[in-house]
């Protein structure tokens, strides 16, 4: 079974600018995390959806910080305008509601440096 | 809201000693509690879960967790460290959000496992 797709890995980008990621959830997972982790630090998540309602969503930077997940699968976690201090990892994970694993498996990662 | 504390930041253990990593939580209602280990520029993977029943649970990799409800712990333990366990672990507890789903898990600051030979 294939595992939490992200792209890209590692990405750099100038203060201002604009960045996008993209996750891809195992294969029948409904429920999917977006979750920022800094250097040193363990992971926090920034936003919960079942399907594609975004249920938790109490952490993510609105101002700057936007995500969706079209049809239930794919999500999209997008900063406009990156600052300074968005420099970190971006995981995203997904877990499935049926049966009773509670499992949230996590993607690589999406290391952002904004300079 | 819940929370877990990792004290040790930075554990350094020789090629098969004995491995005890801890972790506190607190949280109002019954724990689902985790333990991750993430190597450099990977994701986090599971070693290990505890949502009821016996309070020793084993892992992957010869791993094995016990909680204890009187001291808010989880602690992580291994008999026998090899030199592939060196990464980070992380302790983490998962809020209960209806049905089957837990919600979002809060993690600890992690611990860094360097292993000598």
């Known amino acids: 079974e294939a595992g939490v797709v992200q792209s890209p890995r590692y990405k750099i980008i100038e203060k201002k600018q604009p960045v996008a990621f993209w996750c891809n959830p195992i294969s029948g997972h409904n429920t999917l995390y977006w979750y920022l982790q800094n250097l040193g630090q363990g992971p926090e998540l920034l936003i919960r959806?079942?399907?594609?309602?975004?249920?938790?969503d109490s952490q993510l930077p609105k101002d700057r910080f936007s995500a969706e997940r079209l049809k239930g699968v794919d999500s999209t976690l997008k900063i406009q305008p990156a600052e300074l201090g968005d420099s970190a990892v971006y995981l995203c994970a997904s877990s499935s509601s049926s049966g009773s694993t509670y499992e949230q498996y996590f993607g690589p990662g999406t290391r952002l440096t904004v300079t | 809201a819940q929370s877990v504390t990792q004290p040790d930041i930075h554990i350094t253990v020789s090629e098969g000693a004995s491995l005890e990593l801890r972790c506190n939580y607190s949280?109002?209602?019954?724990?689902?509690l985790f333990w991750y280990v993430q190597s450099p520029g990977q994701g986090l993977q599971l070693l290990l879960k505890?949502?009821?029943?016996?309070?020793l649970v084993q892992g992957i990799k010869g791993f094995e967790a016990e909680f204890k409800r009187s001291q808010s712990s989880f602690n992580l333990r291994k008999p026998s460290v090899h030199w592939s366990d060196a990464a980070e672990y992380f302790c983490a507890v998962g809020a209960y959000a209806g049905g089957t789903s837990y919600g979002k898990l809060t993690f600890g600051q992690g611990t860094i496992l360097t292993v000598h030979p």
């Open positions: 505890y949502f009821s029943g016996d309070t």
């Open positions: 959806y079942e399907n594609e309602e975004a249920v938790d």
């Open positions: 949280y109002g209602a019954t724990p689902y």
